[in-house]
């Protein structure tokens, strides 16, 4: 882990007031290793606020535990840090009390996927406004590169030394009969395209999703036959294939790909506007 | 649209006869609580049905979450966000629980959790008590620390205690757990609410940070000159009183995570971090504790119990005093921190102390060892899924006192 105070004579980061004041003080900028993609996507969040000038206190930000944890020494505005997989649901406890707020969840795969699948799918199923950005790396980063839901299958991981026997999740599919209301996939080449698609969802009234594709060099690049971070990062990059395209490809040939773009959206209504009206209602009876 | 806040007229006035589950529901929504998270649970299943529909009136939130885990976060993004929460479960549920009360107590947000105690291991036997959870109460959680913990025992003190407890949250910024049982839960009893005057006087609201947002500091700390904790007012999602990073992980108390060796230090931040959660509470135990007593003045022998068989143990006083011996009650309202100071005041006086206790010896194991350091002996009595019957205890002083 290396310390870096920020460099005193440049001028002040145009993001200098949003972002985290440890910086300040010393602390850590990033402890992402050399390629991973996770510091790209936290430094396009300020790009997202900075470009769209959003008060930060009305968009908090809940990240969840693995790699994507350490997202708040960069992300802009204010992060609670959950415990592992309870992102979506501490976010819906805040959103209801405070329904002004839309509330940004930030998870890995380990923690959306395997230890919080039950509270992604019903707030999926809630359609409760939020914006939900699945990070997946394929592999439990931090904990040192065990498989994930997410791993391909036959990949080589820290606890599946002879490759991976499992199918891995489609998030999107699954975000998709779960209910929720708007879908997009990336990866990390395609950093204008998230940029955009995050915010078209934070206008969106409901649940979001958005999964990003990223890499992970160090464990699940390693292990699988690709010695530099940017082997990893091209093999990505061409595997993607954005939706037009796959709408005439072949089903056999789809499967090896990554089919990339804004999937789904649809208009359904809102959980706490709902819960909101019927406050009303309620109220305006026993008056 | 604006955070509920707390109307006097929406708390329930004059008196009803009601269930136990439902003078907790009450309590709560007159202390000022305006978010329920939970999921169904016998024998607490009251709690989340009568708030259902309470909450709704009062413009509070209601939800029934998708599972126990997911309830406690909820609740704990709801205090985070500003409203005073709380969940309710049982046994299984409460273990469930566990992971989340831990992380409530390292971010130090107020919340309760009413654990309404049913027969364990396992599933047990869902509609018989059991004081399974008093242990778990305090040593649950990973990590070390203390949580206030009530054991009301009739419908009108899981009114009042249930005032206590979300008061006692938002002093010290910690989750408080309250601890009904099968049998109380689905009691039925005469409970008297309070005025709007004097409930106006009792409820202590949410306290929000004022000034300099720079200068705001998010977490407990100890004023180095005169060793007291310093505890601010609780963060606010929505709002800028927030730390940029409020951190599950160990943190110091501007809420920067924290590593032991890596910060030059006099002391390490996570002893300072630990000392400070739990010293707050500890150091407090006076102004937590609350007791019952009855003729502890001259009394032989003395029934310390809490919760339950505070009930049979009264009748049991009663009986015995007609005969003319001479016994004592101390009844404990709260268990945690475990009220030392007036337990060693008992034990300097009365040299025996019977144990009434619905499982097999949990806060006995305190008890017993507050009494031994002043040369007085403690004898248990245990019961499991019933409750002592009041002859019982009265065989059982007269065997000790026999002795």
């Known amino acids: 882990m290396t310390y870096v105070r920020p460099p005193e004579e440049r001028p002040p980061h145009p993001m200098g007031k949003l972002t985290m004041s440890a910086k300040m003080i010393g602390q850590p900028i990033h402890i992402f290793c050399r390629g991973c993609g996770y510091g790209s996507i936290a430094q396009n969040f300020c790009r997202l606020f900075a470009e769209e000038n959003l008060d930060a206190t009305k968009y908090p930000f809940f990240v969840g535990v693995g790699c994507n944890s350490a997202l708040p020494t960069i992300l802009p505005g204010y992060s609670f840090m959950t415990l592992h997989g309870r992102t979506v649901c501490t976010a819906t406890g805040a959103k209801l009390v405070r329904p002004e707020l839309k509330p940004i969840c930030i998870a890995g795969d380990g923690d959306l996927l395997s230890i919080g699948t039950n509270h992604f799918v019903q707030g999926c199923r809630r359609n ?27 990949a080589k991981t820290s606890t599946t030394k002879w490759g991976y026997l499992e ?46 594709i990223s890499t992970c060099p160090t464990y699940f690049g390693r292990f699988n036959d690709f010695p530099e971070p940017v082997d990893l990062f091209r093999w990505i990059k061409n ?20 089919v990339v773009g804004e999937l789904y959206e649809e208009q359904k209504p809102e959980l706490t506007e709902l819960y909101y009206e019927l406050v009303e209602k309620v109220r305006g009876k026993r008056e | ?57 009062i413009g509070g939130v209601f939800m029934q979450m998708e599972d126990e885990l997911a309830s406690i976060a909820a609740v704990i993004g709801a205090s985070a966000a500003g409203a005073k929460a709380c969940t309710s479960t049982s046994g299984p549920g409460f273990c469930l629980m566990q992971e989340c009360i831990s992380w409530a107590v390292g971010i130090e947000l107020p919340l309760v959790i009413s654990d309404v105690q049913r027969t364990g291991p396992s599933s047990g036997i869902v509609s018989l008590p059991h004081h399974s959870d008093v242990m778990q109460a305090h040593y649950g959680g ?74 705001y ?16 007012p609780t ?20 809420g920067l995570p924290i590593e032991g060796d890596t910060m030059q230090q006099d002391e390490i931040p996570s002893y300072a971090l630990v000392e400070a959660l739990n010293d707050k509470i500890l150091n407090n135990e006076e102004k937590i504790v609350q007791t019952e007593e009855l003729y502890l003045d001259d009394a032989d022998v003395v029934i310390v ?33 475990f009220p030392t100071k007036k337990m060693t005041e008992v034990a300097q006086t009365v040299k025996k102390i019977v144990v009434p206790e619905m499982n097999w010896g949990q806060l006995f194991v305190e008890i017993d060892r507050y009494a031994a350091k002043e040369g007085a002996k403690a004898w248990l009595l245990r019961q499991i899924s019933k409750l002592h019957e009041p002859s019982e205890i009265v065989a059982k002083v007269k065997e000790v006192l026999a002795q």
């Open chain 2, 235 to 254: 963060y606010q999602l929505g709002t800028v009183y927030m730390p940029f990073w409020v951190p599950s992980v160990s943190h110091n108390p501007m």
């Open chain 2, 305 to 337: 119990c809490y919760g339950m068989p505070g009930r049979s143990a009264k009748g049991a006083v009663r009986e015995l005093r007609k005969e003319g011996i001479k016994v004592g009650l101390l009844r404990f309202k709260t268990v945690w921190p």
């Open chain 2, 142 to 215: 990973n990590g070390d620390y203390v949580l206030p913990t009530y054991a009301p025992s009739s419908c009108q003190e899981l009114f009042d205690l249930a005032i206590d407890a979300f008061n006692t949250a938002e002093i010290y910024r910690t989750p408080v757990i309250f601890l009904s049982d099968a049998w109380l839960g689905q009691l039925y009893e005469v409970v008297k609410f309070p005025t709007p005057e004097e409930l106006e006087k009792r409820v202590i609201p949410r306290r929000i940070a004022e000034g300099n947002p720079q200068t």
């Open chain 1, 239 to 258: 595997s993607a294939v954005s939706v037009k395209k796959a709408a005439d490809m072949d089903p056999e040939e789809l499967k090896e790909r990554i």
């Open chain 1, 167 to 212: 199918t891995p999740f489609n998030a999107v599919e699954l975000a998709r009969v779960a209910g929720a209301t708007f879908i997009a996939r990336w990866t990390v080449a395609n950093p204008r395209q998230y940029i955009n698609t995050w915010k078209r969802a934070l206008k969106h009234k409901g649940f979001s999703f958005v999964e990003i």
């Open chain 2, 1 to 57: 649209m604006n955070l509920p806040e707390l109307k006097i007229g929406d708390s329930m006035e004059g008196k009803d006869l009601m269930m136990g589950n439902h003078a907790f529901v009450e309590g709560a929504i007159a202390a000022g609580c305006r978010f329920f998270a939970g999921y169904p649970i016998t024998p607490q299943n009251e709690v989340p049905e009568r708030m259902s529909w309470r909450m709704p009136e």
């Open chain 2, 217 to 232: 500091i998010p977490f407990t700390r100890k004023d180095k000159k005169t060793g007291e904790f310093i505890i601010t």
């Open chain 1, 128 to 154: 409760i406004d939020m914006l939900t950005v699945l990070l997946n790396n394929r592999v439990y980063g931090m904990t040192g590169g065990q498989c994930a839901p997410t791993t391909p299958t036959g």
